[in-house]
């Protein structure tokens, strides 16, 4: 199982990065995608997830902002950040959770500068 996370950068407050999240090895289509951040000295929160049937859910500082999306085609899932804040750095990974199991990528860091 991989899950190859990439898109992650340095952007100035106000911008856009557009993270993806590409899984090989599990049954794509029937598994939940989430999108976690970890930042410097704090716990890892979810930021987003998508169900197999496509229900989304968001934490609520970034409602309005982030959108979950996938692509069951190409087996990834993306996270689209608009107007992005200091508050939003941290390293996003994604995670593929298919009830008994869960895997977990490698982690994209994402650096919003004010």
């Known amino acids: 199982v991989q899950l190859q996370a990439s898109g992650g950068g340095l952007v100035q407050a106000g911008g856009s990065l557009r993270l993806s999240c590409a899984a090989s090895?599990?049954?794509?289509?029937?598994?939940?995608m989430a999108w976690y951040r970890q930042a410097p000295g704090k716990q890892r929160e979810l930021v987003a997830g998508?169900?197999?049937?496509?229900?989304?859910n968001y934490l609520d500082s970034v409602k309005g902002r982030f959108t979950i999306s996938r692509d069951n085609a190409k087996n990834t899932v993306y996270l689209q950040m608009n107007s992005l804040r200091p508050e939003d750095t941290a390293v996003y990974s994604c995670?593929?959770?298919?009830?008994?199991?869960?895997?977990w990528g490698q982690g994209t860091q994402v650096t919003v500068s004010s």
């Open positions: 090895g599990i049954t794509f289509s029937i598994s939940a």
């Open positions: 998508i169900s197999s049937r496509g229900i989304t």
């Open positions: 995670n593929a959770n298919m009830g008994l199991r869960s895997y």
